[in-house]
């Protein structure tokens, strides 16, 4: 079984720009969660999407944003790109349905460097 | 708020055991997870408790206390290949999957 693939896998994008990135969870996993990874404050849960729903957010601003696909794949987009953007973008799948005790897998990640 | 404490680093010598400590308060809890990330890598899922006790996966073994907020991550018979960040985390989201993470602990494993 495919693992998670998450799209593209670096970017670099300037201030005041906005990204998307993409996120395709294990087959047969409705539950898709982003977490933010910056070596000084480390892994940050943005948001959890379900069955197209966002189930829960974490404490980022609104110009973090995400959405989810029929197909359960999810998008997060950042706006108005600030330099304390840059990261590493994670997104993980899993089942969704045991309330909350689900195995999370990680995809890859998506580096971003904001300019 | 919610937090989790866990040593920054460990350094250990190759064919031994070591052990990673971890302390959380948090609102809520639906059970301790522990992934393994290498430099420019994934997290990989290592192990999860949700009842107290000793959960043991080969190498790997895991334990949780619900009553003193602590658990640990137990690597026996280290191999250089074990050398990487390993981090705890706690789902405290009701119904959902929110994991909030340690800062990490960078293990090294010496010769």
């Known amino acids: 079984k495919a693992g998670v693939t998450q799209t593209p896998r670096y970017l670099i994008k300037t201030r005041g720009q906005q990204v998307t990135l993409s996120c395709s969870p294990i087959?047969?996993?409705?539950?898709v969660s982003w977490y933010q990874q910056t070596p000084g404050q480390g892994l940050q849960f943005l948001f959890e999407?379900?069955?197209?729903?966002?189930?829960n957010k974490g404490n980022f601003p609104g110009r973090f944003s995400g959405r989810q696909f029929s197909n359960s794949r999810s998008e997060m987009n950042v706006s108005t790109l600030e330099l304390g953007d840059s990261a590493l973008y994670l997104c993980?799948?899993?089942?969704?349905?045991?309330?909350?005790?689900?195995?999370?897998?990680f995809g890859p990640g998506t580096r971003l460097t904001v300019l | 708020g919610q937090s989790l404490e866990q040593p920054s680093e460990v350094t250990a010598v190759e064919g031994a055991i070591v052990q990673i400590n971890c302390t959380y308060q948090?609102?809520?809890?639906?059970?301790l997870s522990w992934y393994q990330q290498h430099d420019g890598g994934a997290p990989t899922f290592l192990s999860y408790?949700?009842?107290?006790g000793l959960e043991e996966t080969g190498r790997f073994s895991s334990f949780l206390s619900r009553s003193d907020s602590y658990g640990y991550l137990l690597l026996q018979e280290l191999q250089m290949k074990d050398s990487a960040s390993y981090f705890c985390?706690?789902?405290?989201?009701?119904?959902?999957?929110?994991?909030?993470f340690g800062k990490g602990t960078k293990l090294s494993v010496i010769p």
């Open positions: 408790n949700a009842l107290d």
């Open positions: 948090t609102s809520g809890f639906y059970g």
């Open positions: 999407y379900f069955s197209e729903t966002q189930r």
């Open positions: 985390a706690v789902n405290s989201g009701a119904g959902s999957y929110q994991l909030t």
């Open positions: 087959s047969g996993h409705r539950s």
């Open positions: 993980a799948s899993s089942l969704g349905t045991s309330g909350g005790s689900d195995t999370q897998y």
